[in-house]
Structures are given as C-alpha cells and as structure tokens.
DNA sequence: ACTTGACTTAAACCTCACTTTAACTCCTAA
DNA sequence: TTAGGAGTTAAAGTGAGGTTTAAGTCAAGT
C-alpha cells in the first residue's frame, strides 16, 4: 500500500487513467513496473499531479509545465522555496491575462457608446490596439488570449 | 467595386481566406456570387467579420458567436441597440473570467506560504474551491477556464 | 484454481478552429 | 488572346490535450 495503481492515482487525484499514462508518454510522470509490468506510482506522484492540475489552471501548457517541472532538483519533493520560486512565474501570468481581459472590457464599455465596429477604430476588433494600451514596449496578449496568427491575409 | 472578393475582405479584416470560407461552411458569413461561381460580399462583411473577431476575443465558440449573429434581425446591419445588448452579455463573460483568474491568483498568493499543495486543501488545485469562493450558486470557472471533465477516475 | 476487476499496449479517434493541398476555373490587363 | 493572379471545391492535415477501442495480461479474493 506504499506505492499507488494507476487506478488509485486517478480516483486520488482526480485525472483519468487515461490522462496519467498520456502525462507518462510526455514525459511529465514516470512510474516504476511491477514484474508483470503494472505501474507504481509513489505517493509524491499525487504533489506532482497537483501541481500539473494547479499549472493547467493557470493556463500552461503541457511543454511549459515539462519545462517547469525539469527544472525542480529531479527525484527531490519540491521544497517551499521550488514552489515559491514558480508560483512567482505563475502570479505573472495570471496578472498579464488579467491586465489583458480588463483592457479588454474597458475597451468594450468604452465601445458601448459608439456602435462603430469599425475595423481601423474599434479597440475591441484591433490587437494591436489593445497592446497599445497595456503600455510601451511590444506588449501582446498573453498566450491563450492570443489570436493563433493568419498565414494568408497579411494586414493591409 | 461596391462588393468585395474573398481576397480584398480578407485583406480587409485580418482574416485568412480560408477563414472566410470556413465561416461560411460554419454559418457564420453568407455571400453572393458571381454567374462564374465566385464570392462577392457586400461592405457590411467586414462588420460582420470585426463582430466575430471581438466575439473571439472575448472567448465565444464559433457555436455561441453563429448563434449571437441569428439573434440579430437578419439582413440589417446591426444597430447601436442590438450592439449594445450583446456587448453586455459579452460585459458579463470578461467579468466572469476576471473573477476566477483574480480568485486563482488570490488563491496562488496564499499558497505561496504553505506550500502544501495538497489535493484537497489547496486552492489552486482544487476548481470546486474556487467555485464556492465566488459566491454561493454553483457558480463555475468560465468555459475557456473549465477543465474539461474526466470520464473516468470520479473523484472519491 | 478460478473469477473478476484492474491493468497493459498501440493505434485510432475526438473537438476546435482553422489551414493546406490538389486539381481545376475565372477574371482582367496587356 | 493569352498569361497569370485570384478564385473554386472537397478532402485531408494540424496541434493541443487528451479519450476510446481492441485484444489481451495481471492480481487478489474465495
């Protein structure tokens, strides 16, 4: 009873099986075998499924929560400071989409009036325009707020 | 020159091309065309299409923006007052999604000192806890939020 | 020993929002 | 009239993040 099933891990954590041996294959959890080649998990695998399911909320992606997870000391239980250290990374993020969804509405309020929908003129149409008003410097939508950039169509 | 081809609409809006012919396989955008077969829209497309790629913004299905444009009479340009009825409900989905990444980030800033991260007593990992920290009423993490639920593994 | 539920794998399938490809036709300026 | 850029279609592909299926093996209680 030291070591987990699949199963166990699942109902414990609250992913599917099926999520647990796809996070294996990339390479976000690895588990020992049984001789007849059944998965044992520890029982920090259920820390590192928090932490997955924390970083999903935030809104990485499973590259970024490989990488974060590479850089906590490999078969060490993260420490407060690991945590600490990342959950700093993840404050950021979060207050970038925030700062985003906001301007976002701001622009809508300030769109209710006009009724334009103008293409060149209304901020809620124009990325561009949005960056703008985060403030100097290149700012962009964080990632999942981001518009997935058109091949075709290069604006005129 | 009074209707536009895919090609200038898509210069136009930003959009891809096959963008707008998807948005038409979808439901979304209707066209004219020419006795060769060919689409010619008329200016109001590109109202249209700023319609959608706010809607987009905001974080609306293709479903839910189709369903948004078969709420406005049907071939009038839409007015400030239909504009203004749906940037409210639009109003309502930013401010939903605002609450629950400040709720998230709240949550992740009094972890920072625990750090526990365990499943059942941490924020962060645990979406019904952030559920109930915006108020009674089943009130749930916006869509492009929400975790999609396992099929399997039923929480114990 | 046997039954049963949990486990194994690879590979196929899923949704969303598009894009790409292939093979072909249209339109316009020279 | 002809070159060639712009347009057409159906069908397949993409990528993220998994789930489902098929065909079988393992583990545990009786």
Redesign the pocket.
């Known amino acids: 009873m030291n070591s987990l ?4 891990a699942a109902r414990r954590s609250g992913f ?4 647990l ?2 996070y294996e294959r990339e390479g976000l959890l690895s588990a020992e075998r ?6 044992r998990y520890p029982r920090s695998v259920l820390r590192r499924l928090a932490f997955i399911r924390a970083a ?1 909320h935030v809104g990485l ?3 970024e929560i490989r990488a974060a997870l590479d850089e906590l000391p490999s078969s060490r239980t993260p420490t407060r400071a690991d945590w600490t250290r990342i959950s700093k990374l993840w404050r950021e993020r979060l207050n970038e989409e925030i700062e985003a969804l906001v301007a976002l509405r701001d622009g809508l309020d300030s769109c209710i009036g006009c009724g334009c929908l103008s293409l060149k003129r209304c901020l809620m149409s124009n990325p561009g325009d949005i960056a703008g008003s985060l403030g100097p410097g290149a700012q962009y939508l964080p990632k999942p707020l981001r518009e ?1 950039e ?3 169509a290069t604006p005129s």
Not at 16 to 19: F, G, K, R
Not at 34 to 39: C, H, K, L
């Open positions: 099933t699949v199963g166990e599917a099986t099926s999520a041996r796809f049984t001789e007849g080649g059944q998965r999903r992606t499973l590259d997935p058109p091949k075709d």
